[in-house]
């Protein structure tokens, strides 16, 4: 009787020793850990836990047989028995599902978390990495270029902003990596290039974004790099509403003013536009109004967004409608020099020209929405329509202010020249795809049939890109007035261009009779037909003032004819426009192509084997011809691309993957116009001959997925490029040119290290690549000229240098550290990466290549759930403020006389850029 009495009073003072029961949840078809499920003592829900990162969680009960009820939202409501503690409890949660009569439709989220992005990389038919949509919702970057770059062996090309921009994959510059929405190649609004901005993206719309490093047959042949495939979400298996709203500030304005003008004042077309070829264009039609510079505080920045997505008629038609709005003001700071090469003596050495004080301010708008239709016909037959549209829209206002370091410069003295450059740009760039496709099942599922109808759109505007510039000069440390100059004081330019896309694919699958041995036969092909068009047109003015008397008329001075730019009085030196300029074209690409690939499976092993065969029809034609060049012109060639692809698993949850394919590279579409550029000391020429790249390309990759969520994975890959596309100077006949050229072949290779690990409320991801490549290609070497009599001491000739592609990092890393509190709502994540030095721009001369160093970045975020599917966010990126600093790594001692210049590394600082810490806060909404 007093034992019955001393339980009775442990259990009412709340002294009896507890008992730990500790398990994991997971969902019962996938076995993917299921990340805060409430796990609760039945009859007692104040007493429970919330499962972590990993799934797992732990509560204390008093006695060793209790029920334990877990809910998750998705998933059936489930009680557990337990009869005594210790050991680890696994609970299966059933996820719902909803039928239509025969064919069950099961909610997709899976594939936009952890977990289910992990599954499709473990089952994929090559080596993939993906980023799913939870992972980009609790990271602190806001478009697709900045998550873009958490990828192992993938670093960014910025803007000058300093957001990214392109992505550089595994040292392959971004000619030789395309990008995918849903699996579509998409246009891009370059008017060079067939390059995609990633930053016009809002990483908001995604479901997952997907990198694909080794193609298969059915993917297009020129992913020598490889392919980033944007998904978009799709309609959820139950009604699903959410919405965001945030607003931050840039810290690079609180220590300066923020740049402006009146963009509205910027017209759409220009007087040859409105008027035609023979209208001599006067003063009164260009806005002054445009160049009116205004200052003040930037404004606070503004993102939003929304989603809904449905089923419908009995779960037979899905609905997802989502947009994206992101209203931001951003700049730089920065500092460069004009560089050249000492041609005197032949030292080689670097010699800068010039210092330049510049300052970006910067306002970036990114509209994105997004449709999607689905219809199920029936158990064997589905429908889709696709809808995306894309906006990014910047105003931008760069000022500039050049020291001469050459002519008249005496700092001791205090005497220098000044120039001042101040640009008014208006850019608008838009990306829509609309794309129907058909899905249907036949003989029992054996035999698969896929169809897609394409239509896309690439568009780029920068119309009426203004430029004003002034000189002055100090004496004696005494500034003299501001004038303009006068032999060009300004320049206004119209470029737009246009990419529109019309495709049509068809995919079969067929899966033979089951055996010993599974076999699958696909075969398909596609037709693309692309058509650019790109217009340039500019007008160039000297100032003038008729009131002035004469000899004086052009010589305006701040201060006395004007005190702002609107005010200056031009008159317009090139009436009807010089239209032509070479970016004035047309240009098509025809693409055919058809594949045919075999999959088989026995135990273990997975053997995937095809080839793929690609025509190319590539031309061009000038609007307005040029005597003396080939005004229009064409290639034709046919690649044949074989694939093969080894995955075995010798272990539970491990694969071992080994492939090869076969890819090419096509030439830019104005590097095969034959266009000249005349520079200050060199020719910029196209080249109508130059050939597409080939590319031999192994990977070895070792994967192991300890749990559902978490991964290690140990890669090595090797490419052999033939014909590269790199520029270099060749000289034809008695001159020199700057122009693409193949040289010879390239190597790249590396390895790259990826894990993802979990320990309940944290986690820890990273990557490692380590990359080295090689490519020989021609540059300017000065030599001592060996006839002493000739008057020439110093002579100019071609030699050979052996350097790392263009943009290719050796060391890439990217760690996070991730922290969630299920039970209390907190989400953390602190993550760094580091990009190492790597080549910006290739010189001309032997051993003069512009060097990007090594550059830190630190990024963090945090998030709170409230009540009613409410949360607050904060994200942070740039918080350490790095610069990027671009040098060569030669010096000259010279260099020192330069008032305020320091070196970088011991070699010679060229640029250095600083962009400000970006902080962001905001309220988002589930239902």
């Given at each position: 009787m007093?034992?019955?009495?001393?339980?009775?009073l442990?259990?009412?003072?709340g002294?009896l020793?507890?008992?730990?029961?500790?398990?994991?949840?997971?969902?019962?078809?996938?076995?993917?850990?299921?990340?805060?499920?409430?796990?609760?003592?039945?009859?007692?829900?104040?007493?429970?836990a919330?499962?972590?990162?990993?799934g797992?969680?732990?509560?204390?009960?008093?006695?060793?047989?209790?029920?334990?009820?877990?809910?998750?939202?998705?998933?059936?409501?489930?009680?557990?028995?337990?009869?005594?503690?210790g050991?680890?409890l696994?609970?299966l949660l059933?996820?719902?599902?909803?039928?239509?009569?025969?064919?069950?439709?099961?909610?997709?989220?899976?594939?936009?978390?952890?977990?289910?992005?992990?599954?499709?990389e473990?089952?994929?038919?090559?080596?993939?990495?993906?980023?799913?949509?939870?992972?980009i919702?609790i990271?602190?970057?806001?478009?697709v270029?900045?998550?873009?770059?958490?990828?192992?062996?993938?670093?960014?090309e910025?803007?000058?902003s300093?957001d990214?921009?392109?992505?550089?994959?595994?040292?392959m510059?971004?000619?030789?990596?395309?990008?995918l929405?849903?699996?579509?190649?998409?246009?891009?609004?370059?008017?060079?290039?067939?390059?995609?901005?990633?930053?016009?993206?809002p990483?908001?719309?995604?479901?997952?974004?997907?990198?694909?490093?080794?193609?298969?047959?059915?993917?297009?042949?020129?992913?020598?790099?490889?392919?980033?495939?944007?998904?978009m979400?799709?309609?959820?298996?139950?009604?699903?509403?959410?919405?965001?709203?945030?607003?931050?500030?840039?810290?690079l304005?609180?220590?300066?003013?923020?740049?402006?003008?009146?963009?509205?004042?910027?017209?759409?077309k220009?007087?040859?536009?409105?008027?035609?070829?023979?209208?001599?264009a006067?003063?009164?039609?260009?806005?002054?109004?445009?160049m009116?510079?205004?200052?003040?505080?930037?404004?606070?920045?503004?993102?939003?967004?929304?989603?809904?997505?449905?089923?419908?008629?009995?779960?037979r038609?899905?609905?997802?409608?989502a947009?994206?709005?992101?209203?931001?003001?951003?700049?730089?700071?920065c500092?460069?020099?004009?560089?050249?090469t000492?041609?005197?003596?032949?030292?080689?050495?670097?010699?800068l020209?010039?210092?330049?004080?510049?300052?970006?301010?910067?306002?970036?708008?990114?509209?994105?929405?997004?449709?999607?239709?689905?219809f199920?016909?029936?158990p064997?037959?589905?429908?889709?329509w696709?809808?995306?549209y894309m906006?990014?829209g910047?105003?931008?206002l760069?000022?500039?202010?050049?020291?001469?370091l050459?002519?008249?410069?005496?700092?001791?003295?205090?005497?220098?020249?000044?120039?001042y450059?101040?640009r008014f740009?208006?850019?608008?760039?838009?990306?829509?795809?609309s794309?129907?496709?058909?899905?249907h099942?036949?003989?029992?599922?054996?035999?698969?049939?896929?169809?897609?109808?394409?239509?896309?759109?690439?568009?780029n505007?920068t119309?009426?890109?203004?430029?004003?510039?002034?000189?002055?000069?100090?004496?004696?440390?005494?500034?003299?007035?501001?004038?303009?100059v006068?032999?060009?004081g300004?320049d206004?330019?119209?470029?737009?261009?246009?990419?529109?896309?019309r495709?049509?694919?068809?995919?079969?699958?067929?899966?033979?009779?089951?055996?010993?041995?599974?076999?699958?036969?696909?075969?398909?092909?596609?037709?693309r037909?692309?058509q650019?068009?790109?217009?340039?047109?500019?007008?160039?003015?000297?100032?003038?003032?008729e009131?002035?008397?004469?000899?004086?008329?052009?010589?305006?001075?701040?201060?006395?004819?004007?005190?702002?730019?609107?005010?200056?009085?031009?008159?317009?030196?090139?009436?009807f426009?010089?239209?032509?300029n070479?970016?004035?074209?047309?240009?098509?690409?025809?693409?055919?192509?058809?594949?045919?690939?075999?999959?088989?499976?026995?135990?273990?092993?997975q053997?995937?084997?095809?080839?793929?065969?690609e025509?190319?029809?590539?031309?061009?034609?000038?609007?307005y011809?040029?005597e003396?060049?080939k005004?229009?012109?064409?290639?034709?060639?046919?690649?044949?691309?074989?694939?093969?692809?080894?995955k075995?698993?010798?272990?539970?949850?491990?694969?071992i993957?080994?492939?090869?394919?076969?890819s090419?590279?096509?030439?830019?579409?104005?590097?095969?116009?034959?266009?000249?550029?005349?520079?200050?000391?060199?020719t910029?020429?196209?080249?109508?001959e130059?050939?597409?790249?080939?590319?031999?390309?192994?990977?070895v990759r070792?994967?192991?997925?300890p749990?559902?969520?978490?991964?290690?994975?140990?890669?090595?890959?090797?490419k052999?490029?033939?014909?590269?596309?790199?520029?270099?100077?060749?000289?034809?006949?008695?001159?020199?040119?700057?122009?693409?050229?193949?040289?010879?072949?390239?190597?790249?290779?590396g390895?790259?290290i990826d894990?993802?690990?979990?320990?309940?409320?944290?986690?820890?991801?990273?990557?490692?690549?380590?990359?080295?490549?090689?490519?020989?290609?021609?540059k300017?070497?000065?030599?001592?000229?060996?006839d002493?009599?000739?008057?020439?001491?110093?002579?100019v000739?071609?030699v050979?240098?052996?350097?790392?592609?263009?943009?290719?990092?050796r060391?890439?890393?990217n760690?996070?550290?991730?922290y969630?509190?299920?039970?209390?709502?907190?989400?953390?994540?602190?993550?760094?990466?580091?990009?190492g030095e790597?080549i910006?721009?290739?010189?001309?001369y032997?051993?003069n290549?512009i060097?990007?160093?090594?550059y830190?970045?630190?990024?963090?975020?945090?998030?709170?759930?409230?009540?009613?599917?409410?949360?607050?966010?904060?994200?942070?990126?740039?918080?350490?403020?790095t610069p990027?600093?671009?040098?060569?790594?030669?010096?000259?001692?010279?260099?020192?006389r330069?008032?305020?210049?320091?070196?970088?590394?011991?070699g010679?600082?060229?640029?250095?850029d600083h962009y400000?810490?970006?902080?962001?806060?905001?309220?988002?909404?589930?239902?």
């Amino acid at each position: 009787m007093k034992y019955v009495l001393l339980v009775i009073l442990l259990l009412s003072t709340g002294i009896l020793p507890a008992m730990p029961v500790r398990g994991v949840v997971r969902d019962s078809e996938t076995g993917e850990e299921l990340i805060g499920a409430t796990v609760v003592l039945k009859g007692e829900p104040a007493k429970g836990a919330v499962s972590g990162l990993d799934g797992s969680f732990s509560i204390e009960v008093i006695s060793a047989s209790c029920t334990l009820v877990c809910s998750y939202l998705g998933y059936r409501t489930a009680e557990y028995a337990v009869s005594s503690a210790g050991g680890e409890l696994t609970i299966l949660l059933e996820p719902v599902y909803s039928e239509i009569d025969e064919v069950v439709v099961y909610a997709n989220a899976a594939n936009d978390t952890e977990a289910g992005v992990r599954s499709i990389e473990k089952l994929s038919a090559s080596v993939m990495n993906i980023v799913s949509a939870k992972a980009i919702e609790i990271s602190p970057d806001m478009t697709v270029a900045n998550v873009i770059q958490r990828v192992s062996g993938v670093t960014v090309e910025r803007s000058s902003s300093g957001d990214g921009q392109y992505a550089i994959l595994r040292g392959m510059d971004k000619r030789y990596n395309y990008t995918l929405v849903n699996g579509v190649k998409i246009p891009g609004p370059d008017n060079k290039n067939r390059f995609v901005p990633l930053d016009i993206f809002p990483s908001e719309l995604l479901e997952r974004l997907e990198v694909t490093k080794a193609a298969t047959a059915e993917m297009e042949g020129d992913a020598v790099g490889g392919a980033v495939n944007l998904v978009m979400k799709d309609a959820p298996q139950n009604r699903q509403i959410t919405a965001y709203l945030s607003t931050g500030y840039n810290t690079l304005f609180m220590s300066r003013d923020f740049y402006s003008f009146d963009a509205k004042a910027a017209a759409a077309k220009s007087p040859y536009e409105i008027y035609g070829e023979s209208y001599p264009a006067k003063p009164r039609d260009f806005d002054g109004k445009l160049m009116r510079l205004e200052t003040g505080k930037a404004p606070a920045n503004l993102f939003g967004g929304f989603s809904y997505g449905d089923r419908l008629m009995g779960n037979r038609l899905g609905i997802m409608l989502a947009g994206s709005y992101q209203n931001s003001y951003r700049g730089s700071d920065c500092v460069f020099y004009g560089v050249t090469t000492a041609t005197s003596d032949a030292s080689n050495l670097p010699v800068l020209t010039d210092r330049n004080d510049r300052s970006y301010s910067e306002r970036q708008t990114r509209s994105g929405l997004h449709a999607k239709l689905d219809f199920l016909f029936s158990p064997a037959h589905k429908v889709q329509w696709y809808n995306a549209y894309m906006d990014f829209g910047s105003i931008q206002l760069r000022d500039n202010a050049r020291i001469d370091l050459n002519i008249g410069y005496s700092p001791e003295q205090g005497d220098w020249n000044l120039s001042y450059d101040t640009r008014f740009r208006v850019n608008r760039q838009q990306i829509f795809n609309s794309t129907l496709k058909g899905s249907h099942h036949f003989l029992s599922d054996a035999l698969k049939i896929d169809w897609s109808a394409v239509y896309s759109g690439a568009f780029n505007e920068t119309p009426d890109n203004t430029f004003v510039h002034t000189v002055s000069s100090v004496r004696n440390g005494n500034p003299n007035p501001v004038s303009v100059v006068t032999l060009g004081g300004a320049d206004r330019r119209w470029e737009h261009n246009t990419d529109t896309d019309r495709a049509a694919y068809l995919n079969l699958l067929y899966r033979f009779p089951k055996g010993k041995i599974g076999m699958y036969l696909s075969a398909g092909g596609f037709y693309r037909d692309k058509q650019r068009t790109s217009f340039f047109n500019q007008y160039d003015f000297r100032p003038y003032d008729e009131s002035k008397e004469e000899g004086m008329r052009n010589n305006l001075i701040e201060g006395v004819d004007w005190n702002d730019y609107s005010e200056i009085r031009f008159t317009v030196f090139t009436p009807f426009g010089a239209v032509g300029n070479p970016l004035n074209y047309d240009a098509s690409e025809k693409i055919a192509a058809g594949y045919v690939q075999i999959k088989a499976e026995t135990g273990n092993l997975q053997i995937i084997t095809g080839l793929r065969m690609e025509n190319t029809d590539q031309g061009y034609k000038l609007k307005y011809p040029v005597e003396g060049v080939k005004n229009e012109g064409s290639q034709i060639y046919t690649d044949c691309l074989p694939v093969l692809h080894l995955k075995y698993s010798p272990w539970k949850n491990s694969n071992i993957r080994a492939s090869y394919y076969k890819s090419i590279n096509r030439p830019g579409f104005f590097e095969i116009v034959p266009y000249r550029i005349i520079n200050e000391d060199y020719t910029e020429m196209g080249n109508p001959e130059l050939l597409h790249t080939v590319a031999h390309s192994v990977d070895v990759r070792y994967e192991y997925f300890p749990r559902p969520s978490e991964q290690f994975m140990l890669g090595l890959f090797y490419k052999k490029l033939e014909n590269p596309i790199e520029y270099g100077m060749i000289t034809q006949g008695q001159g020199t040119f700057y122009m693409p050229v193949n040289f010879g072949d390239a190597s790249n290779y590396g390895m790259e290290i990826d894990f993802i690990k979990y320990f309940h409320s944290f986690g820890i991801k990273g990557n490692y690549t380590f990359t080295h490549s090689e490519i020989s290609t021609t540059k300017l070497l000065n030599y001592d000229n060996p006839d002493p009599s000739s008057s020439e001491k110093v002579l100019v000739g071609n030699v050979i240098q052996t350097r790392p592609l263009n943009g290719q990092a050796r060391h890439v890393a990217n760690l996070s550290l991730l922290y969630k509190d299920a039970k209390n709502g907190w989400d953390g994540q602190l993550a760094f990466s580091y990009t190492g030095e790597r080549i910006y721009a290739v010189s001309r001369y032997f051993d003069n290549d512009i060097w990007q160093g090594g550059y830190f970045q630190l990024d963090a975020s945090i998030e709170k759930k409230i009540k009613a599917g409410f949360s607050l966010f904060v994200k942070a990126s740039n918080l350490l403020n790095t610069p990027m600093v671009h040098y060569l790594k030669k010096d000259n001692p010279s260099n020192s006389r330069i008032h305020d210049y320091e070196n970088y590394g011991g070699g010679t600082t060229v640029r250095r850029d600083h962009y400000g810490r970006n902080l962001l806060a905001g309220i988002r909404y589930k239902f």
